[in-house]
């Protein structure tokens, strides 16, 4: 009677096999204990069968998960740190973002007038769903090998990508009604992460000579005139603008360049240039956007920059290993696989210790 049984066990067990690989194995070896024909106790059969049950349910859940995801679902993953950032500000909106049961959590600098920073708090490793537009979207993050430690993972119930572009710009939107009036500063790590947001510094705030700010307001939005580009791809030039600040400590280098940025309604990325090599210059300038400002900050600090001599190969004073290079710097700012379209100012202390080459 029991081979019967178990006979037809089987049968039915190969029938799953063809949507779920694998059971029929695993029940092999488990019926057995659950049948009741063994010397078992049944404190132990009632145990071996809830294992059985938990088994195939979750088994049974990642088979229909697997199937849904593959078949059903659209899914894109959030990578460029612009759209992590417009999706983090929305996430951090929603509900469940403080309700979640694990969160990874980062520091924002603080304001003007705060002693410490805010608490950021994002899902980490778990998926939230909600509904857009009577669609039953997925957010879903999980852990990964980039300098952030995680990434982020947008699912859908379709087939097509407009609904998951059509959240996407309504996230865009209401981050750029967040962000009006406000510059974003992003400082660099590994990659490019978003520091704080400050008001708009206006231009009569910076002390200097007026015929200075004016000239050099003017040449930025030549340049940033959106018939400009065309203007230079015509001629065979490179579309591209950087600028030297050189002056004494609080003389308004830095104080310019971010009221320019408001002015011109740009994001400000600061690179330290004393935390990176040559390899991470080369990623972190890959990875800009398009149209933003890039602050060098005290150029004359990393020994790279600081000879005189002309001849970039000539330059003794070329750093080698995990600092960056006299030649990655020019490469990436004016060789011919630099990127064209952002503003480059570069400030110092001391110009007459500034490389030849570089100015």
């Keep these: 009677m029991s081979s019967n049984v178990f006979g037809t066990l089987y049968s039915q067990v190969s029938f799953l096999d063809t949507f779920f690989p694998g059971l029929g194995v695993a029940l092999g070896y488990i019926y057995p204990l659950t049948s009741g024909n063994t010397h078992l106790g049944l404190g132990t059969q009632l145990f071996c069968t809830l294992g059985l049950v938990t088994f195939i349910l979750k088994y ?77 979207l997925c957010v879903r993050t999980v852990e990964d090998n980039s300098w952030r430690g995680q990434e982020v ?46 008001d708009q510094r206006p231009m009569d705030t910076v002390i200097l000579p007026e015929v200075v700010k004016r000239d ?82 005290d150029i004359d600090a990393i020994e790279a920059a600081k000879s005189r001599v002309g001849d970039v190969a000539g330059s003794k004073n070329e750093a080698a290993g995990d600092n960056v290079t006299l030649s990655g710097l020019l490469n990436e700012l004016d060789g011919v696989a630099s990127d064209e379209g952002r503003v480059v100012i570069l400030t110092t202390n001391h110009i007459d210790r500034i490389n030849l080459a570089i100015l």
């Design 153 to 198: 993972l947008l699912s859908c119930f379709s087939t097509s990508p407009r609904i998951l572009q059509d959240f996407l710009d309504d996230c865009r939107a209401i981050y750029e009604k967040s962000s009006k009036g406000k510059t974003a500063v992003y400082v660099n790590g590994d990659g490019w992460t978003l520091a704080k947001r400050h």
């Design 60 to 136: 049974a859940y990642r088979r229909v998960q697997t199937v849904l995801e593959e078949h059903f679902m659209y899914t894109t993953k959030i990578s460029t740190d612009g759209t992590y950032d417009i999706l983090l500000n929305w996430v951090q909106s929603q509900p469940f973002a403080a309700q979640t049961r694990s969160s990874i959590v980062t520091i924002q600098a603080s304001r003007e007038g705060e002693k410490k920073g805010t608490f950021n708090y994002m899902p980490w490793n778990t998926r939230n769903f909600f509904w857009y537009k009577g669609r039953l």
């Design 216 to 297: 050099f307001l003017d040449d930025v939005a030549e340049y940033l005139d959106p018939d400009a580009r065309s203007w230079y791809n015509y001629r065979k030039l490179p579309y591209r603008r950087g600028y030297m600040l050189h002056g004494k400590p609080g003389t308004g280098k830095s104080s310019l360049a971010f009221a320019a940025a408001g002015r011109f309604d740009l994001d400000i990325y600061v690179l330290n240039l004393t935390k990176v090599s040559d390899k991470t210059l080369q990623k972190l300038l890959r990875n800009l956007p398009a149209r933003c400002l890039v602050l060098l900050g």
